[in-house]
């Protein structure tokens, strides 16, 4: 079976640079001592996340990620979707470029497959570092 991380789209969203998030996304899990299996990113609107988070999770609240986590062995295989409204929104609220909120949100999904969590406020606090330490192997302008 071919390892691979593949991008969709449900809105207008595309990428400049997707061979290097790729190579980013690789690095992130082998940093980990995981495995790439198949990592599949749906670009997606808020209301297409919002139902995704209603009818699977029961939550009626927006969202920016949603992680479908099939991941076994140290084999890292997801479906992460990933409204780019809320990310442009998040980027406006911690002043910081589209770009490298993408890659936040990005990595913080693959880091959810690899069994960290973000439920408790230390949970939070590791997440977030981990993120900040990850989003340094990617290899493109965070404007």
């Given amino acids: 079976m ?3 991380i593949d991008f969709y789209s449900t809105n207008d969203f595309s990428f400049n640079n997707e061979s290097n998030y790729k190579k980013a996304l690789q690095e992130v899990i082998e940093s980990e001592n995981f495995e790439l299996e198949s990592l599949t990113y749906i670009f997606c609107t808020d209301e297409y996340l919002l139902e995704i988070n ?3 999770l029961n939550h009626d609240t ?3 990620i949603i992680t479908f986590d099939y991941s076994e062995d140290q084999k890292i295989s997801a479906e992460i979707y990933i409204s780019t409204e809320r990310v ?3 980027a406006k609220t911690y002043e910081v470029g589209f770009e490298q909120e993408l890659q936040r ?3 913080h999904g693959v880091l959810h497959c690899c069994g960290y969590k973000d439920k408790t406020e230390n949970e939070r606090q590791l997440m977030r570092a981990k993120e900040n330490e990850k ?3 990617f290899h493109v302008e965070q404007n």
């Fill in 135 to 137: 989003i340094k192997l």
């Fill in 105 to 107: 949100v990005m990595v």
């Fill in 62 to 64: 927006l969202t920016d």
């Fill in 54 to 56: 209603r009818d699977f």
């Fill in 88 to 90: 442009a929104e998040n």
């Fill in 2 to 4: 071919e390892k691979t």
